[in-house]
C-alpha cells in the first residue's frame, strides 16, 4: 500500500487528506504543514495520522508519494524537490505558474520515473465524463463551440489572477472532451480590486478542428454559475455544477439545411425536441482522483490527468494571461 505525505491543510488539504484516509489501499499518512491551528484541527478531524511542520523530514522519509497542496506559488519548487528524492509527485492545480517550470517538472518525472499527477479534479467528475461520452459517441455530431461561466463573489487571490485560479478547471474539462488545444487564445480581463491582479477574465479560444470556446471566468459575480452549454450539428447539452440532481441535460435541437429545389434558394428548419436528463454515476470526484494516484504508484497506472496534462493547460493559462496583458491580441500556441 502507497504511504503519503499531503502538504498543506489550509482550504483544499483536509478534502485531499479525508479522501487519502478514507482509502483502503492507502497505507502510511502524513499531513504536513506550518500552521500550528491548520495542523491541530487536521489532527483532531483524523485520528491515526502522522504529522510534521517539516517538509524536509517528508522529503527525508520513505514515503511513496508527497501530495502538493500548498499556494501556487509553491507549487513547482514543493514538487521538483520531491521528485528530486524520488517521491511520486500529485500537484493541486496549476501545476506550474509558468511554461518552463511546468515543462520542468515533467521532463524531471520522466527522468526519474515517477508519476506527476495534477489535480485536475474535474476530469474524474461524472457530468463532465457524460458529457465526454456523448462527444465521444457522436451524440452532439460536430461541435460548433463550448460557451462556459465560471463565475461566484470571491475568493480572492493575493499571488495569481483569476485565470490561474479559475480557468484551469475549464481547459483541462475542454481538453479533455475535445482531445485538442488551441491554437489560439485571446482574452479580455481587468483588475477592479486589487491593483495588478485581474479578478474578471474573458477568454476565447480555437481550435484545429474550427471548435471555439468562450471562457468567462470572475470573482467578481453576484452570484455563483458553473454552467457551460456545448453545441453540436445533432445536439446540444448543457453542464451545470450547481444543480442538485440534473447537472446535465441533452437537447434535441438544433438547425437543418433543407437543400434548395431551385438555384440560390435555400431554407433552414428549426428543430425543437425532447430535453433528456441521463442518468449519472455517484461518486465523489476527488475519490476517483485520489484513488487514481495510489494506482499510478501501486500499479502504474498512467493517470487521466498526468504531468503532460497539466503541461497543456498551463501552455493555455500562459497564452491567455499574455493576451490579458497585451490588450486582447491572440496568442498562437
Not at 124 to 137: A, G, M, N, Q
Not at 169 to 179: A, E, P, R, T
Not at 205 to 220: C, D, K, N, Q, Y
Amino acid at each position: 500500500m502507497a504511504r503519503i505525505a499531503v502538504v498543506g491543510a489550509g482550504y483544499w488539504g483536509p478534502n485531499l487528506v479525508r479522501n487519502f484516509y478514507a482509502h483502503e489501499s492507502c497505507g502510511e499518512l502524513w499531513v504536513c504543514e506550518q500552521d500550528q491551528q491548520r495542523l491541530e484541527r487536521v489532527r483532531s478531524r483524523f485520528p491515526g495520522i502522522h504529522y510534521t511542520r517539516s517538509f524536509d523530514e517528508i522529503i527525508d522519509s520513505d514515503l511513496d508519494g508527497v501530495v502538493v497542496a500548498t499556494t501556487v506559488g509553491t507549487h513547482y519548487e514543493l514538487a521538483k524537490r520531491a521528485l528530486e528524492a524520488g517521491k511520486h509527485v500529485f500537484v493541486e492545480k496549476p501545476l506550474a505558474v509558468s511554461v518552463k517550470k511546468a515543462e520542468e517538472l515533467v521532463d524531471l518525472a520522466a527522468k526519474k520515473g515517477k508519476t506527476l499527477m495534477v489535480g485536475h479534479t474535474f476530469e474524474y467528475s461524472p457530468p463532465v465524463l457524460k458529457v465526454k461520452e456523448l462527444i465521444d459517441t457522436g451524440e452532439l455530431g460536430r461541435i460548433f463551440f463550448v460557451s462556459s461561466m465560471r463565475v461566484n463573489l470571491g475568493l480572492h487571490q493575493k499571488d495569481v489572477s483569476v485565470i490561474w485560479d479559475l480557468a484551469p478547471h475549464d481547459f483541462s474539462i475542454l481538453f479533455c472532451w475535445l482531445g485538442e488545444v488551441p491554437t489560439s487564445i485571446s482574452t479580455t480581463g481587468n483588475a477592479f480590486v486589487q491593483k495588478g491582479i485581474p479578478d474578471v477574465a474573458f477568454i476565447s479560444a480555437r481550435f484545429p478542428s474550427g471548435t471555439i470556446a468562450h471562457l468567462e471566468v470572475s470573482w467578481l459575480a453576484p452570484s455563483k454559475l458553473r454552467r457551460t452549454a456545448i453545441v453540436g450539428d445533432k445536439k446540444m447539452a448543457v453542464y451545470d455544477d450547481t444543480e442538485a440532481t440534473e447537472k446535465v441535460k441533452i437537447f434535441d435541437r438544433g438547425v437543418d439545411f433543407k437543400y434548395p429545389e431551385t438555384f440560390g434558394e435555400y431554407q433552414l428548419s428549426y428543430r425543437t425536441g425532447d430535453i433528456l436528463s441521463p442518468k449519472l454515476a455517484q461518486h465523489e470526484p476527488l475519490a476517483m482522483e485520489t484513488l487514481e494516484f495510489l494506482r499510478a504508484i501501486d500499479e502504474g497506472i498512467v493517470p487521466r490527468s498526468d504531468g503532460e496534462s497539466g503541461l497543456r493547460v498551463v501552455r493555455a493559462l500562459d497564452a491567455a494571461q499574455r493576451s490579458m496583458e497585451a490588450g486582447g491580441s491572440p496568442v498562437q500556441l
